[in-house]
């Protein structure tokens, strides 16, 4: 959908949860006051397609916290778990990397995810995975991320891509309309080569990874919580970078499924 002469995104925060929402990419619904609702735990984070004097209307209402003009971001990177003294500390506490973040269910917005990557498979440890009932989220499937992506590690995945395909930039053969990481920031850099691990796997991948740099042997990577699991949230693309909307989209489907956040962008 090819974003409108006069338009712009613009972000709507509403004091109270909306009576219509919306779950997905999906923009065709709308309310009365034309704000297309995002669908999250409180529902009040909203994406508006209008030109900048309705919005302006819009940001007077009673019911609207405030409007912010949509911006683009970048992504970021993260240290390690050396850096963090974790063998010596946090680890140690925890009976080991083996068992360090075991029940925790870490989500993270980022590029996406590699789910052939050794880091999220669940059948390389000796202590095996727990089904998670808490765990409520939703692993998306599509022909670059296939029936049996996730596992009892890589346990969700989800893109977001509406603000983009809004704008008419989002290239779905390079930036791929799946949870799968086309750019390797989040499955560490594009360094790893040629299976990128990605700052998914920096924090909360499988232990004693073998770590390739051009097809030679770096070591071991490991994540800071090597036992944790993991649900992706796909609203960073390697062409365009990304768009806030998106971003605030993924943030509202998934702040109340995981317990802990990790988010890798620039500007918010």
């Known amino acids: 959908m090819k974003r409108n002469e006069g338009h712009a995104v613009y972000?709507?925060?509403?004091?109270?949860?909306?009576?219509?929402?919306?779950?997905?990419d999906d923009l065709k619904l709308e309310s009365d006051d034309g704000i297309r609702h995002g669908g999250g735990a409180y529902g009040t984070l909203n994406k508006f397609n209008k030109p900048r004097r309705e919005a302006e209307k819009l940001s007077r209402r009673q019911e609207v916290a405030n409007v912010v003009l949509d911006f683009s971001v970048r992504t970021a990177t993260t240290h390690t778990p050396k850096f963090l003294g974790l063998p010596?500390?946090?680890?140690?506490?925890?009976?080991?990397?083996?068992?360090?973040?075991?029940?925790?269910?870490?989500?993270?917005?980022?590029t996406g995810i590699d789910p052939t990557h050794p880091s999220f498979s669940d059948d390389i440890s000796e202590h095996v995975f727990p089904i998670l009932e808490h765990f409520s989220g939703i692993c998306e499937v599509t022909s670059d991320?296939?029936?049996?992506?996730c596992n009892r590690k890589l346990i969700g995945a989800c893109h977001f891509s509406a603000s983009a395909i809004t704008r008419g930039i989002f290239n779905a053969s390079q930036d791929y309309a799946s949870p799968f990481d086309g750019d390797g920031h989040g499955s560490l850099s594009e360094s790893y080569n040629p299976r990128n691990a990605g700052p998914a796997s920096i924090r909360r991948g499988n232990h004693g990874i073998l770590s390739l740099f051009f097809g030679h042997p770096f070591g071991s990577a490991s994540g800071m919580a090597p036992r944790s699991h993991i649900s992706v949230y796909k609203a960073l693309y390697k062409s365009f970078g990304g768009f806030a909307?998106?971003?605030?989209?993924?943030?509202?489907?998934?702040?109340?499924?995981?317990?802990?956040?990790?988010?890798?962008?620039?500007?918010?």
């Open 145 to 149: 991320f296939p029936s049996g992506s």
């Open 245 to 268: 909307a998106d971003v605030v989209a993924a943030i509202d489907q998934v702040h109340m499924l995981i317990n802990l956040l990790s988010m890798k962008s620039m500007n918010i």
């Open 88 to 110: 010596l500390g946090a680890w140690v506490e925890e009976g080991g990397p083996e068992l360090a973040g075991e029940g925790i269910v870490i989500g993270f917005v980022d």
């Open 11 to 24: 972000i709507v925060t509403l004091k109270q949860a909306p009576e219509v929402h919306y779950i997905g």
